[in-house]
């Protein structure tokens, strides 16, 4: 396929592709389209199973990001994926492309990094693979998990009515990328949101265990590409409330100099926090459910996602969210 191709199609139709060739082959429980396959483990148990590709200067860029701190985001990015299923995580499997010039000691702290934020959720290094790179450093992680039977949380689950929720705050990681590339220093709130991010596995496993979740995925692409995943798998539609994203202070205070910088917020991608839907509409008061929960909307029936400003007026999101074929 050329280049061109690619473009037009995009990385979802991409994938939309792929799963047509597999058609009914698949034996699974849940195959391509969330963010876990699931396979039955035995009558009470479900593997839980996802991977994710880092390629340097696509991903990270060496010269802002440390070794450490690399291989603590290789960990999060991946474990954050059972954290959206509501899952428990178990093994992870990691294979590097290693370009020559990352020097032995480099590639010790990033493998230190990875175990240190293993550990954080009680995760295991269990295999992988290396071999020489003659480009960028490569990173490719596979995670394992599991959920009680019927447990996990998928994508499809939301109905008119159901409350939208997210964890955390929104746009701090796309802010700080943002500020990177314009040559500017991010405060260090902001550097860590980018390159330390942490996955929800406490508050996903709660939404699980407790019943509490009908829809919900990982935030990666950004809230507005992320909810569309949400609301086409289910067949619905939201009206969000622009004043109730929840912004850091550090991200409150760029807002301050520059209004447009709300679309960050909306689209930017890399916040690794929980986005799902729920026929309770007290959960932001929930007490397990901490660092807490906020609600940003509610599901509608249509399609499609309406951004209500407290005006009532409509506001337009100018930013898609991250896509490898059609982004710049
Ligand atoms: P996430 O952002 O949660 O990691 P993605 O948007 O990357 O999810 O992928 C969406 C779905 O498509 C997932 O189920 C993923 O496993 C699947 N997928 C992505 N790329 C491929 C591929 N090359 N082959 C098969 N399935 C893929
Ligand atoms: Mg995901």
Redesign the pocket.
Known sequence: MTASMDKEVG??A??RW??EQ?GSENTLIR???????IDQLAADSQLLT???LLIEDIHFKREWTSMFDLGRKSVAVNVS?IA?MGGTPRALYLSVGHPKQLSEMEFKEFIRGFIYEARQYDVVLAGGDICASPGPLIISVTVQGHAKTGAAIQRHGAQSGDTVYVTGTLGDSALALYLLQSGQTPPDFLMQRLHTPGARVAVGRCLSEEGLATAM??I??GLMA?LD?LLVASGVGAEISLAALPLSDAFRCELNKDRALIDLALAGGEDYELLFTSQRSDLDQYPSLKPGVVKIGTIKTGAGITLRQDDGGIYQCRRRGFDHFIDE
């Not at 195959?31 to 396959?37: M, P």
């Open positions: 990385e979802f991409l994938i792929i799963k597999v195959g391509i389209g969330d963010d876990c396959a996802s991977t994710d994926d959206a995925l990982d990666s692409d992320d995943h």
